[in-house]
């Protein structure tokens, strides 16, 4: 539930807690904190770690001694969501056991969180997610792709033109029609389906993960509150992946000092956070928005906020606001990437070719040194190429209700009438300040990133003295393995967003985790990990055949 | 699948002795001509080695760096166009290649590299993707694994 606008604190109900980053108090529960930014599981829990977890090897015979319960396993997920969810589902593949694998994380469902942010940004389930047919999170072989499941139905519901412009979309995408990309729907059941096949359930421990050490022994132990408990519980294994996903959603200074100084949580929000009274109120009354960012969320909030303008018929004015124009292309080699109306539009977030192609190798060859140069050719912020959102700009610039702004936000307050003024500073030299006067402000600045944001994967760092890379992200190898935290036989290994700025470009990315699966578990099986078999041509076929059945993994 | 050129000749290579040889073994049967099918194959190959390196540069050109599967029926189709109208004209100057039958007729050239190519083109967006799981992350080298 939402709060309202309340000019002082004084209104606030009880708190519910401090948050674990910032230490702020939370009145309610709101998804992410609401002063920082930070993604679930935030609530402050108090951190009874033993003494020797202050050591960077921990005794195991001095844990057992404490009393806490001590588990074992082979393979150990830290993070519970996607990542850990597409690694899980090799090591099954590969020939891992249920019993030897255990996954620690904060949600029930390896997609909990990314729905949640989905639903928030306003890609509900009927809604298309950015990525393309073959990258499924549930199949490691993405084939076949969510089209053919897709046109497979519309062909037994007789809707044959649907069927056969998406047959054409994923013939020639995305160079003669924009890419396909499956309903976020269609994902989420097909990894409750793959869930039930591999047994997720039965590996998972539901919980609150609270430190990672070495142990004496040449392995890890994790330390975790289990859901509903105020116990820590250890784990100990030899091979940990970490997949914690993003730190929090990115709060721009400007927006936390409002909301310190105004406590006001609904007039300026974050597009991950949910918003949706500020459609409700649009819809009945009409109203001036200020949106910020240009990636793919603003894109969707952009096409939601002209749904609502055309159904209620209320006057809705958008007010994009940009800090600086953007109008050259970008340009690697002999391409381009085009820029229209100030929009980058490209079908994924990294050129194709970075996935599996030979910018993907370019990457990996180059020195360390250069890849942040690489990154940044290739990268930026971009929206997908979808015609309909370029149709959405394109009319709004027509007829007016879209403008762009451009300037550097200084300050956001209210101005006593339930509305923001937004003081701007433009690029004009001399740079001159303007204000702008709107009912809301949704900022789509995305997401937070920062490795000091990240409790554990900080804590590890300063622990072990980890490197960085020159986009401050921890240093993995191209297998995606922190090789500063070997221990003996045992390994740690990273994916996700946390390991971007290394050998591999698309980490945060359904595609890219089962990359990252597949070159940990090479490691895996190469270094004669317990139970894990290489996934040559006839297992491969045999184990896709299973899961084509739906039969579990054969071991 | 992003191809990469190794990635190229790599599959190539599997998909016309995997499926491109059982195949033409069939037309070499039908047709009762046991060496221009498979003289064909092997020009086929050949010649693919070298649109593979055109290829590649085109690729280059495009912001994705991509090989959409229309991009990829198309280069094949334009192959055997090709290969049907340098057979012809090298006939036309009295040059006759090696293992090709002078009795060759359009029909027949048509329909066994229709049948191979589009095999291998089908192949080439299902099958490797389950035999091999590094494939598509290697653009399309299935030899090697990772190291
Ligand atoms: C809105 C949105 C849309 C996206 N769309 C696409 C798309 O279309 N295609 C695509 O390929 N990719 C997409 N991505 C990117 C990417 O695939 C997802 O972000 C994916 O969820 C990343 O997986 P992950 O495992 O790294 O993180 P997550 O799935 O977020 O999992 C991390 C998990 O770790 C848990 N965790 C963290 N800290 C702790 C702790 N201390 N204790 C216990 N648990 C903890 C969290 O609760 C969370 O469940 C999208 C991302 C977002 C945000």
């Known amino acids: 539930m939402l709060l309202p606008s309340a000019s002082s604190p004084a209104g606030f109900p009880e708190p519910t807690g401090n948050c ?112 393309d047919s073959g990258a499924r999170p549930d199949n490691i072989w993405g084939w076949p792709g969510y089209a053919a499941e897709e046109v497979v139905g519309l062909l037994r519901a007789h809707q044959w033109r649907a069927a056969v412009r998406i047959l054409w979309q994923i013939l020639s995408e995305p160079a003669l029609a924009e890419t396909y990309a499956p309903r976020a729907q269609a994902v989420y059941m097909s990894l409750e389906r793959e869930m039930a096949r591999i047994g997720w359930q039965q590996m998972l421990r539901q919980g609150r993960i609270c430190a990672l050490r070495q142990t004496d022994d040449g392995r890890y132990v994790a330390a975790y509150f289990p859901q509903n408990s105020q116990s820590l519980h250890f784990v100990v294994a030899p091979y940990v992946h970490l997949s914690l996903g993003y730190a929090g959603i990115h709060l721009t200074p400007e927006l936390q000092t409002y909301r310190h100084a105004y406590h006001d949580f609904r007039l300026a929000v974050q597009a991950y956070e949910q918003h949706e009274h500020i459609y409700r109120q649009l819809a009945q009354h009409g109203g001036v928005l200020i949106l910020r960012g240009r990636g793919i969320v603003a894109s969707r909030i952009l096409q939601r906020l002209d749904e609502i ?133 949704i900022d789509c600045t995305g997401l937070n990133t920062a490795l000091n944001a990240h409790p554990i994967l900080a804590d590890l760092r300063d622990r072990y003295r980890l490197p960085q890379n020159k986009m401050g992200q921890l240093v993995v190898t191209p297998d995606f393995e922190l090789k500063e935290l070997r221990n003996g036989g045992g390994q740690v290994f990273l994916a996700g967003v946390m390991a971007l700025g290394n050998a591999f470009a698309p980490v945060d990315s359904f595609v890219g985790l089962q990359y990252a699966a597949q070159r940990t578990v090479s490691v895996l099986v190469r270094e004669g990990a317990p139970n894990l078999r290489p996934l040559d041509a006839r297992s491969s076929l045999s184990q896709w055949w299973r899961w084509q059945r739906h039969r579990e993994p054969s071991p | 699948m992003t191809p990469t050129l190794r990635g190229r000749w790599q599959t190539r290579l599997l998909l016309l002795t995997l499926l491109g040889v059982p195949l033409t073994g069939l037309f070499a049967w039908a047709y009762r001509d046991g060496v221009t099918p498979f003289a064909l194959l092997g020009y086929v190959l050949l010649l693919g080695f070298v649109w593979d390196v055109v290829y590649d540069i085109l690729q280059t050109l495009r912001w994705n760096r991509d090989w959409p599967p229309l991009f990829a029926l198309l280069s094949t189709l334009w192959e055997g166009v090709f290969l049907w109208v340098a057979l012809t004209w090298l006939a036309e100057q009295g040059i006759a290649l090696p293992g090709i039958s002078p009795l060759l007729t359009a029909a027949r050239f048509a329909a066994h590299y229709l049948a191979v190519s589009l095999t291998v083109w089908a192949a080439a967006h299902s099958l490797l993707l389950l035999l091999f799981p590094h494939w598509r992350f290697r653009g399309g080298q299935w030899l090697s694994r990772w190291e």
């Open chain 1, 20 to 131: 674990h980053a910032c230490r702020q108090s939370i009145f309610w529960s709101p998804a992410t904190c609401p002063w920082c930014g930070a993604l679930p599981p935030y609530q402050d829990v108090p951190l009874d770690l033993p003494g020797s977890f202050a050591q960077p090897r921990v005794s195991l015979r001095h844990l057992r001694r404490q009393g806490n319960p001590v588990t074992e396993s082979t393979y150990l997920a830290l993070g519970g969501g996607l990542g850990s969810f597409v690694w899980v589902d090799y090591l099954r593949i590969c020939g891992a056991a249920c019993a030897q694998i255990a996954v620690i994380g904060a949600e029930a469902h390896p997609h909990a969180r990314f729905q949640r942010l989905c639903n928030h940004s306003q890609i509900s389930g009927e809604q298309r997610i950015r990525s």
């Open chain 1, 309 to 441: 303008r055309q159904a209620s018929g209320q006057p809705i004015q958008v007010i994009h606001l940009l800090r600086a124009p953007l109008t050259e292309d970008a340009v690697y080699g002999w391409a381009r990437r085009h820029t229209r109306d100030h929009w980058q539009r490209q079908p994924l977030n990294w050129p194709k070719s970075a996935f599996g192609g030979d910018l993907r190798a370019a990457l990996e060859a180059a020195l360390p040194a250069e890849r942040q140069t690489l990154l940044q050719a290739w990268g930026g912020v971009t929206t997908s190429d979808r015609r309909d959102w370029q149709e959405v700009v394109e009319r709004g610039l027509r007829e007016g209700w879209y403008t762009l702004h451009f300037g550097v936000v200084e300050q956001i307050k209210p101005n006593g009438r339930r509305r923001l003024v937004v003081h701007l500073r433009d690029q004009a030299s001399p740079p001159a300040s303007r204000r702008l006067v709107a009912d809301f402000l």
